[in-house]
């Protein structure tokens, strides 16, 4: 596996995830407040799986793990935009039920913690930092035409993330194994797949919950 080969699947990861973010309602409130509940849940332990990934890495991959620190220190704080723009929609997330989905997506990435293979989770980082600027854009013009500016400032900040976020990310594979490359490659793609869950259980369970009203 070559760096090649990550930006490949890279690639084909985020054309195929866009045209699944655009299928998502984002124009139904319920749709949008139970997205944000369910972002929530990885949000809340995005630090903290950072943070435990730094300290996985050898003497040898220290930039790895200076990197991770870095990351881990600029997304704190950003369940608080969740927070606050489901209020200003005039809903307590806390009140929003949490989809199984949502939960598969973060508490299985604590499994290539145990099992050290810390590769598998900068796949998951490419897969989140992709879809925010890949998909991200179409996301916030529509939630934003939608909702307006307040109720939508999580969709905001990830947009406008420098775009070189990804470039950087990219740099930073030049310190793995080819066999770490191909854990990144895996990684991608599962977290892809359990996202793609993700988007699609929302409306499906918003549908079951009015068939059974
Ligand atoms: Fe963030």
Do not use: C
Request: cysteine-free; charged content about 25%.
């Amino acid at each position: 596996m070559t760096k090649d080969d990550v930006k490949k699947v890279f690639k084909q990861t985020h054309e195929r995830m866009n045209k699944v973010a655009q299928e998502f309602p984002w124009e139904n409130k319920e749709a949008y407040l139970s997205w944000l509940a369910q972002t929530m849940e990885y949000v809340t332990y995005g630090t903290r799986i950072l943070a435990l990934t730094a300290g996985t890495f050898p003497l040898d991959q220290t930039p790895l793990t200076a990197r991770f620190i870095q990351h881990a220190t600029e997304e704190k704080g950003h369940e608080k935009l969740l927070i606050n723009d489901a209020k200003a929609l005039g809903m307590n997330i806390e009140k929003i039920a949490i989809l199984p989905e949502a939960e598969a997506f973060h508490k299985s990435v604590y499994y290539w913690i145990y099992q050290h293979r810390p590769a598998v989770i900068m796949g998951w980082i490419l897969f989140l930092e992709g879809f925010a600027i890949i998909s991200g854009p179409g996301i916030h013009k529509r939630v934003e035409a939608a909702y307006g500016k307040k109720p939508t400032s999580f969709a905001r900040v990830h947009t406008n993330e420098d775009p070189d976020h990804v470039d950087k990310a990219m740099d930073i594979l030049d310190y793995f194994s080819a066999y770490e490359l191909k854990d990144i490659i895996h990684g991608l793609e599962l977290y892809s797949s359990l996202y793609t869950n993700i988007l699609k259980a929302v409306p499906a369970n918003l549908k079951k919950q009015s068939v059974a009203a």
